[in-house]
Structure formats: structure tokens, C-alpha cells
């Protein structure tokens, strides 16, 4: 069982570049999440999609921007990183966004801003 | 988020000890959740509480939902080097229809 998979794993980027982040998930899930995982921070919230068409900020969303593909597939771009883009980020699916509704998140993607 | 606070932030204990970490809510909880993370891996879910009162086990692992105190207690039960890792408390404090939040995490060492 595959769950929700991330790409790339790892990535190094410059100052200014610009790259997307690809998550998809295979259980059918409507709702899917982009959290950053810094130390000291925890993990908090970029974006959120409810449900297939629908998107939403969370906590910090500035800097990045997000589109769900298909119910499958939410993908998170950073236009022009910075180093405080520096993160792990993790992509999370659900089956609804209702408070019972256990998040599966995938592997991570630990991005490098020079 | 300090809206979820976590303590301790660290814990060293000795193989076989048991050991307690808590999860603080400054709001309502909607759900609480229970995670653990592996250094360079994603969160596994451990288990989820809905109702105050509830108490939920897996192994050796038990959760409690005080919905009074706004609070969850995760208990280990003899320890083992298997258990180590980054717990994690989520949490809906919204309206029981918003994205979880997390607290900073448990870093878990347990040492023979």
C-alpha cells in the first residue's frame, strides 16, 4: 500500500529558483494538507484542500502556492525560495476534513534554500 | 502551535521505566491525536480520542482524553528502545471542522 507519496525526498535549491513539490495519495481521501516541520516550531499548516476544487490558507502561507490536481494529487510550488523556506514538508490526505478524520502523511521532503 | 502545548519537550528514560507525556489545549478539543515520527520519517498515527474520558491502547501505549482539563496523556508502559521518537499531539480546536494543529513534539530517547 502505497499512501501518500512525496517527491522529490530530497531537494537544494538557490535564492530566487523556483521548484513544485508533488504529493499524491491513493485511499481515496477528499481532504489533503501541506504542513512544514521546523525545530522548534512543530508542524504548521502552508495550505489545505477540503475537497477536490477547493483550496485554502493555513497558518503560513505566504511564499507558496498550491493546486489540487485531481482528488488524487495536491501539489505545493514555491515561486522564488528563500532561505526561510528551508523546511521538511509534508503532505497529509484525510478521508473528510471533519475533526474524526484521521490525517496519513507521507515521507517528507526536506528542502535546502542557499 | 502554542495553541497544543506539549511536555515534556524531552525525555530520557531507562529501558523497561514507563513514562508519561502530556498535551495541553488552550481551546476546545474536537479530536485528539496522537502521532509518532522517526528521525527523517513521516508521522505514523497511533490513535485518536474523541470523547472525554476516552481512553484508547496500543501495546503498550495508552492515551486518555480529559476533556475538562482540555488535555491528553500519553502513557508507555516498560519502555523499550522500539518506542523511541518525536510524539506528536494534533488536534481540532476550531469548530470540529477545521485542519488539525500540532503541538512541538516529545523527543523519546530510551537508553538500556
Known amino acids: 500500500n502505497a499512501g501518500v507519496t512525496q517527491t522529490p525526498k530530497f531537494q537544494v535549491l538557490k535564492t530566487g529558483q523556483s521548484m513544485t513539490l508533488q504529493c499524491a495519495q491513493d485511499?481515496?481521501?477528499?481532504?489533503m494538507y501541506w504542513y512544514r516541520q521546523d525545530p522548534g516550531m512543530g508542524l504548521r499548516l502552508i495550505y489545505y484542500?477540503?475537497?477536490?476544487?477547493?483550496?485554502d490558507k493555513g497558518e503560513v502561507p505566504n511564499g507558496y502556492n498550491v493546486s489540487r490536481l485531481n482528488k488524487r494529487e495536491f501539489s505545493l510550488r514555491l515561486e522564488s525560495a528563500a532561505p526561510s523556506q528551508t523546511s521538511v514538508y509534508f503532505c497529509?490526505?484525510?478521508?473528510?476534513?471533519?475533526?474524526?478524520?484521521?490525517?496519513?502523511f507521507g515521507n517528507g521532503t526536506r528542502l535546502t534554500v542557499t | 502551535s502554542q495553541e497544543l502545548e506539549q511536555s515534556p519537550q524531552s525525555l530520557i528514560v531507562q529501558e523497561g521505566k514507563n513514562l508519561t507525556i502530556n498535551c495541553t489545549s488552550s481551546k476546545t478539543l474536537y479530536g485528539l491525536y496522537w502521532y509518532k515520527q522517526k528521525y527523517g520519517e513521516g508521522l505514523i498515527f497511533l490513535m485518536m480520542?474523541?470523547?472525554?474520558?476516552e481512553e484508547k491502547s496500543h501495546e503498550k501505549i495508552t492515551a486518555k482524553l480529559d476533556e475538562k482539563k482540555q488535555q491528553s496523556s500519553l502513557h508507555i508502559t516498560a519502555s523499550q528502545p522500539s518506542h523511541a521518537g518525536i510524539y506528536l499531539c494534533?488536534?481540532?480546536?476550531?469548530?470540529?471542522?477545521?485542519?488539525?494543529?500540532f503541538g512541538k513534539g516529545t523527543r523519546l530517547s530510551v537508553i538500556a
Open positions: 494534533g488536534a481540532d480546536i476550531g469548530s470540529g471542522n477545521t485542519p488539525l494543529v
Open positions: 484542500s477540503a475537497s477536490e476544487g477547493t483550496t
Open positions: 485511499m481515496n481521501h477528499n481532504s
Open positions: 497529509a490526505s484525510s478521508r473528510d476534513r471533519g475533526a474524526y478524520s484521521p490525517l496519513h
Open positions: 480520542l474523541q470523547k472525554g474520558g
